[in-house]
């Protein structure tokens, strides 16, 4: 794959987020909690649509070099921020609160069946997890790069 594969990839992805995000926003109204629904919209899609293309602006720049499988360890991570998001579009169905509990008390949620709520949860945890990790190879991405760079200049900024 080509630098611009995984950047392309997390730029699509991202892509993808914000319009499902808009479709989601417009079910807003209509849903039993549309508190709940409003978060899906703004952080589940929105937000997670946004830090998928950030993440593949510095996988296709000069400011970000990773290993290969480091860089599709990052897209995977991303990638699942599609069952998260989804899941808290069922929240705002099913009325859980226990892996937002503020986001549930602010939308009056009574919390949902033990199913719903495991659903939800595992949505959440899996995603979280792997973002951490992609975000550190990520930084490490871009150490690396100053590093190197402050090496060739001599320790001084460019």
């Known amino acids: 794959m080509t630098r611009t ?9 991202g892509a993808l987020l914000m319009l499902a995000g808009l479709l989601v926003g417009a079910l807003i109204p209509l849903v039993p909690y549309p508190r709940l ?4 919209h703004n952080a ?5 649509g946004m830090l998928s293309m950030v993440a593949g602006l510095l996988l296709g720049s000069s400011l970000c070099s990773i290993p290969q499988r480091a860089a599709s360890a990052v897209i995977w991570a991303h990638v699942a921020l599609w069952p998260l998001s989804l899941s808290e579009v ?3 169905f099913w009325g859980t609160n226990k892996a937002l509990p503020l986001a549930g008390a602010e939308a009056g949620a009574t919390g949902g069946a033990p199913w719903q709520e495991a659903i939800v949860i595992i949505c959440h945890a899996f995603p979280s997890l792997a ?9 490490w991405g871009v150490w690396g790069v100053l590093k190197r760079d402050r090496t ?3 320790g001084g900024i460019a």
């Open 90 to 92: 069922a929240a705002a």
């Open 131 to 139: 973002l951490m990790a992609a975000w550190a190879l990520l930084v």
């Open 37 to 40: 629904m409003l978060s899906a």
């Open 152 to 154: 060739l200049s001599g």
């Open 44 to 48: 589940g899609f929105t937000v997670s």
């Open 5 to 13: 594969g995984p950047a392309a990839c997390l730029a699509l992805n």
